[in-house]
């Protein structure tokens, strides 16, 4: 009796374990609607270095402290750096433009970002530098737009502003509600 009574018990054991154990489905698709629901990221990553190649060339650089990956949205996926942002575009195998900010949100479906907070571009080609407070970097076409209070120095100018237009490598820009000290040249 007492030996028919240890198989009962460890069978009814063993069975409550597997129905335990085939109970926890791994459901990703639940896992990423839970994060969008509390509106949490899906991905985290610390001290990121990540270089960007085209061919076996280095194209670019991000560096940054936090990475926040929000690519579980449907309509608006992005990536978040709260931390700030440091890229430093290549050509010709030499930095060419380097951007900074306090922080960071890149939409890649739509190849914009948006950078803010003690916003720097310098393009090392001709030294020429930007600082405003926020811009956004249209990667596709090439193109760096802000409506803020900004300043543009180059070699024989400074120019003040509030509203900026130009392509990233800081070339051809159209600067509005300008002031400061130009240099002009006549052809």
């Not at 407070?133 to 180059?154: G, M, P, T």
């Amino acid at each position: 009796m007492k030996f028919n009574f240890n198989i009962k018990s460890k069978s009814i054991s063993v069975i409550l374990i597997s129905g335990m154990l085939f109970s926890c489905v791994n459901n990703s698709k639940k896992v990423r609607d839970f994060l969008v629901d509390k509106n949490l990221p899906v991905g985290k990553a610390k001290d990121v270095y990540h270089v960007y190649k085209d061919s076996g060339k280095i194209t670019s650089k991000l560096i940054t402290p936090l990475m926040l990956d929000f690519s579980n949205r449907k309509e608006h996926p992005y990536s978040k750096f709260p931390e700030g942002i440091k890229i430093v575009n290549f050509e010709n195998q030499i930095d060419s433009v380097t951007i900074i900010g306090d922080f960071a949100l890149n939409y890649p479906k739509t190849s914009i970002s948006e950078i803010r907070g003690n916003v720097v571009v310098l393009n090392h080609t001709d030294n020429s530098r930007l600082e405003t407070e926020q811009l956004f970097w249209d990667e596709k076409n090439n193109y760096f737009i802000s409506e803020k209070a900004f300043k543009l120095i180059k070699v024989n100018d400074t120019i003040y502003g509030v509203g900026f237009e130009s392509k990233d490598d800081l070339t051809k820009h159209l600067a509005k509600k300008t002031t400061g000290k130009l240099e002009t040249t006549e052809d």
